[in-house]
Structures are given as C-alpha cells and as structure tokens.
C-alpha cells in the first residue's frame, strides 16, 4: 500500500472525518479529479432498487459539462454556489444520478444536515447505472458509510461500506472490515480473554 492510501486510511478511521478529506479523497464522485467478506447479510441491495434511466448522449455530455462548472466552483471554494449549480441540473434531470452525489458531498463541506444528506445519497444510489461504469454507486455507498460513521451509526456505516466495496470502491473495502461489528466483537473477546490469562484469578 502507498504512504497516499495509507493515509487515507488513517484519516478514514480517525474520530472525525473532516471536510478537507471530503473534497479531496471521497471525491472520485467530482469528474474532475482522478477520472470484505461480509458476516451477514446486506438487505436493499441498489440491483433491485435501481430506477437508472439511460441518458441521450448529448443530454449526458451537456449534464457532465454543467457539473464539472459546479466542481469547478467548489474547488476555488463556492461551494454554495456549487450547490445552486448541481440544484438546478437536478432540476433539468431529475434522474442525474452523479449530481445527487456530487451535491451531497457539497453539502457535506457545507456542514448541512445529515438528513438532507442521506437523501441526496439514497437519490443517487436508486438512479446510478447498476453496472457502475460510471463509479456512482461505489462513491454514494461510501459517502453514506462516512455520513454514519460520523452520526455513531455502527451498522449502517458497516453496511454501506460492505455495499461500497462491492462496488469495487477502494476506500470501501478497506473501510468495510473495521467496521464490521462482529470482528468487533470477536476483537474485544480475544483482549478480555488475553487478559484474563495474564492476570489469571
């Protein structure tokens, strides 16, 4: 592994997720950066939620354009603006699968709700190309892994992770194992049992 994923890594599992690692690693969502054995079982799978609408080409080219204006914005730092931007090609595209995605995380710079957050995720998840080509699906997953993980949320954050790595997200798949509450709990018995044997009664 390279000093760079180790140190996503490392910021990954930190106590907090802060909104420079947002904007500058969850961010394979932006189109102009960089173009886990589950123990249980993961219910909603996004194969039988997807509403993925194929787009004309011309609409797709001309929806990538608009939002790579609205990256553009965030990343000299209107993010608000950035935000109006993706609105209004959500607007015009009500099925845009990417725009969701790349708005939430611009909510997530933003500090707004995680409600408002998970919506917008949920969003791109039901409307992404189920074949990830696009990457969509592996970013959505893995922003909602972060969003929970921050708001405490053990199983989701485990779940999303899980649903982020099979969609060959990278962060995902070296986020998902930490995660998963049963090696949790399998970690926390070999320590009680390593410390009974040294300090036996």
Same mark, same amino acid.
């Given at each position: 592994?390279? =000093?760079?994923? *180790?140190?996503?890594?490392?910021?990954?599992?930190?106590?907090?997720?802060?909104?420079?690692?947002?904007?500058?690693?969850? +961010?394979? *969502?932006?189109?102009?950066?960089?173009?886990?054995?589950?123990?249980?079982?993961?219910?909603? +799978?996004?194969?039988?939620?997807?509403?993925? =609408? !194929?787009?004309?080409?011309?609409?797709?080219?001309?929806? =990538?354009?608009?939002?790579?204006?609205?990256?553009?914005?965030? !990343? *000299?730092?209107?993010?608000?603006?950035?935000?109006?931007?993706? +609105?209004?090609?959500?607007?015009?595209?009500?099925?845009?699968? +990417?725009?969701?995605?790349?708005?939430?995380?611009?909510?997530?710079?933003?500090?707004?709700?995680?409600?408002?957050?998970?919506?917008?995720?949920?969003?791109?998840?039901?409307?992404?190309?189920?074949?990830?080509?696009?990457?969509?699906l592996g970013q959505a997953y893995t922003q909602k892994g972060i969003v929970y993980r921050a708001l405490g949320n053990q199983d989701e954050a485990f779940d999303s992770?899980?649903?982020?790595?099979?969609?060959?997200? !990278?962060?995902? =798949?070296?986020?998902?194992?930490?995660?998963?509450?049963?090696?949790?709990?399998?970690?926390?018995?070999?320590?009680?049992?390593?410390?009974?044997?040294?300090?036996?009664?």
């Open positions: 592994m390279s =000093k760079h994923d *180790t140190n996503l890594v490392d910021i990954l599992m930190s106590s907090t997720v802060d909104g420079e690692y947002i904007r500058d690693q969850i +961010s394979g *969502t932006y189109c102009s950066y960089a173009d886990a054995n589950q123990s249980r079982s993961l219910e909603g +799978s996004a194969d039988n939620q997807s509403e993925y =609408k !194929e787009l004309d080409n011309g609409l797709l080219e001309s929806l =990538k354009a608009r939002e790579r204006q609205a990256v553009r914005l965030a !990343e *000299t730092g209107g993010v608000s603006e950035a935000v109006d931007q993706l +609105s209004t090609i959500i607007d015009d595209c009500s099925f845009y699968a +990417s725009a969701y995605n790349n708005r939430a995380q611009a909510n997530r710079l933003l500090g707004r709700s995680a409600d408002a957050i998970l919506a917008d995720l949920e969003l791109a998840i039901r409307f992404a190309n189920p074949d990830n080509s696009d990457g969509v992770f899980s649903m982020g790595a099979k969609y060959g997200n !990278e962060i995902s =798949k070296m986020a998902a194992p930490k995660e998963n509450p049963y090696a949790k709990l399998c970690g926390k018995m070999v320590s009680q049992a390593m410390r009974q044997l040294r300090n036996p009664m």
